[in-house]
């Protein structure tokens, strides 16, 4: 018996347009945003048996989309939200290297903990919120198909708990707008990565153009 877990990031948003750390800021969908969640449903055409989102904005929107031909709702779930970046949120990349350096360095490179400026406080401690999270779901559907909407740096996260991955792994996995990241679970939880990032259902113009 197979559990499919569709893990799915948001549809893009203006900051995401910008560049700018989101984390906990209430970012709503772009006019890009929507259009990019309408393909996605296409693609899955209501292909799932439930549906998790984030409680943020931008995700829950993305899953309404996904399902609004649908018999069922999304289920709101707090653990989904996104990583709190702390003083870093409303920043681009450039703009945190230049002002927190040091801090910035140190998260690239830190293999256990990633600590951050605030907020969540590190990668790790997102990484080990998200896994419970997940896991918990996954084991409350088995021999179902998943989907949860949320957001680039918990779905990263995510992926690091599950497969016990050094936390340098989240800045070497991208993830675009609208991607499905899928991941099988077996009757013992074990876990196997099917797809990472897939966003074919994407014109071209609106392919990742934003990680943060």
């Not at 799932?48 to 309404?64: G, H, M, W």
């Not at 113009?205 to 990680?211: F, L, N, P």
Request: glycine residues 8%; neutral net charge; charged residues 25%.
């Amino acid at each position: 018996m197979i559990t499919k877990l569709l893990l799915i990031r948001h549809g893009e948003t203006e900051w995401n347009a910008l560049g700018k750390f989101q984390g906990s800021k209430n970012i709503d969908l772009s006019h890009v945003g929507i259009k990019q969640a309408g393909y996605l449903k296409e693609r899955l055409d209501g292909a799932f048996d439930c549906i998790y989102t984030s409680p943020l904005n931008r995700a829950q929107k993305t899953a309404e989309i996904l399902c609004s031909d649908m018999n069922i709702s999304p289920i709101v779930t707090k653990n989904l939200r996104e990583i709190d970046f702390g003083e870093w949120e409303g920043l681009t990349i450039d703009e945190i290297k230049n002002i927190y350096g040091k801090e910035f360095a140190l998260w690239r490179n830190d293999e256990i903990n990633a600590p951050l400026c605030g907020g969540e406080q590190s990668i790790k401690l997102a990484s080990i919120r998200a896994k419970r999270c997940v896991l918990d779901i996954v084991n409350n559907n088995k021999g179902k198909t998943i989907a949860i909407v949320a957001h680039g740096g918990i779905i990263k996260a995510t992926i690091l708990g599950i497969f016990d991955l050094k936390m340098t792994m989240y800045h070497k996995i991208t993830l675009g707008n609208t991607a499905i990241s899928e991941i099988h679970f077996n009757e013992n939880n074990e876990a196997k990565i099917v797809t990472l990032n897939d966003t074919s259902h994407l014109p071209k113009d609106m392919e990742i153009k934003s990680y943060v």
